[in-house]
């Protein structure tokens, strides 16, 4: 069974991830994770006997800094991500989730609450199996729902972003890289 020092080897055993997390160290940015697909697709990626790298589309970067929801205050820190990024020829998606809040529903239409730390913001993603994050100042990891259903392949819909809309298109999008996958719809029982 998954526990996070296995979820933690898996997802580092993923080249691009153990750099880029060395890499974001010094850096010193605040709530610093290291999210989402570029951690839970290199897991899919083994159980699939994949490379590990492979059908990851970007390596998100999570922080959370509240003193100044500027988009230029984001802008500075993408910028000084990006010879890292380069450097590792990934391409790393930076966000300060302290700001979601102001450009959310802009872009894709749903309402979005004001967050108050960078664990909010992972809490929240649409597919709640995919809820990981591991920080970059000393590895812990971030998995609010376990990892039973990461695990299982089980993608089913987060209630605290009941979007059905957009969960299903991006489930669907999982289940397109790594057929495998189930998506569970709310009331159905799986595994």
Not at 57 to 69: E, P, Q, S
Not at 119 to 127: A, I, N, P, Q
Request: aromatic share 10%.
């Amino acid at each position: 069974m998954l526990d996070a020092a296995t979820f933690r080897e898996i997802a580092l055993s993923n080249p691009h991830n153990a750099r880029l997390m060395d890499g974001l160290r010094p850096l010193g940015l605040p709530q610093c994770y290291m999210t989402a697909g570029c951690l839970f697709q290199t897991l899919w990626n083994l159980r699939s006997g994949r490379p590990v790298a492979e059908n990851i589309k970007d390596y998100d970067v999570f922080y959370f800094d509240g003193a100044d929801l500027s988009w230029e205050a984001e802008d500075a820190v993408i910028r000084r991500v990006a010879p890292l990024a380069e450097q590792l020829g990934i391409p790393v998606e930076v966000k300060n989730q302290a700001r979601v809040h102001l450009w959310y529903s802009a872009r894709f239409g749903d309402d979005y609450p004001q967050l108050h730390s960078a664990k909010d913001g992972m809490s929240r993603y649409l597919v709640r199996c995919t809820c990981v994050g591991i920080a970059v100042a000393d590895g812990e990891v971030f998995a609010p729902d376990g990892f039973a259903d990461l695990e299982a392949g089980i993608l089913r819909i987060n209630p605290l972003l009941p979007q059905p809309r957009q969960w299903r298109a991006k489930a669907e999008h999982y289940r397109a890289r790594w057929p495998w996958l189930r998506i569970v719809e709310e009331g159905d029982e799986a595994g």
